[in-house]
């Protein structure tokens, strides 16, 4: 069991380094796509807190910062293979730039399922879905992000907003164990 280690039985993945200079390059893709348009930024909790305020201090434009909170993962390393809404209350996005912001696409159930339910309940201007993680070998939809920092192999990381049982998401890095 992870919560039974410690953090020294964690390999780093990926730096804090590298994480933070990947989210530099990407705030500066973002503000070439969008210009000077105002973006209304959607940060799926609780993974993609840390990524998500990392990156939106790059951002140049207007950014109206929004929290929803799904679920899909239980207390284990493997996806549920079903996606909750835990909280999902947003302004009208009618007519928005809307960029959703995930920590990781593993299965892509997840994006899947929110991509379906903007494209169900609003007609935004544009619609873009950034991940920091690409796991691609365990993906069981064809959802592909229009951005991501890094692809990962099929392994089960924490750290950066990512957890185990609730904890290491305050790691400034991405880290695995191997099982
Ligand atoms: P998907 O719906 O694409 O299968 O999974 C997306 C969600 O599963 C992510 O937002 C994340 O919460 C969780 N997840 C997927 N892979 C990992 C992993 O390796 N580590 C952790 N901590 N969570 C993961």
Known sequence: MLNMIT???LKVLITERELQDKIAELGKKLNEYYKKEEVYVVCVLKGSVMFTVDLVKHLKMPVHLNFIRLSSYGSGFTSTGKVNAVDISLPDLNGKNVLIIEDIIDTGLTAKFLIDF???NFKTKTLNFCSLLDKKETRKTDIQ???SCFDIGNQFVVGYGLDYDGFYRNLPYIGYVET
Do not use: A, T, V
């Open 118 to 120: 903007m494209n169900l």
């Open 145 to 147: 992000p229009d951005y």
């Open 7 to 9: 953090e020294k039985d």
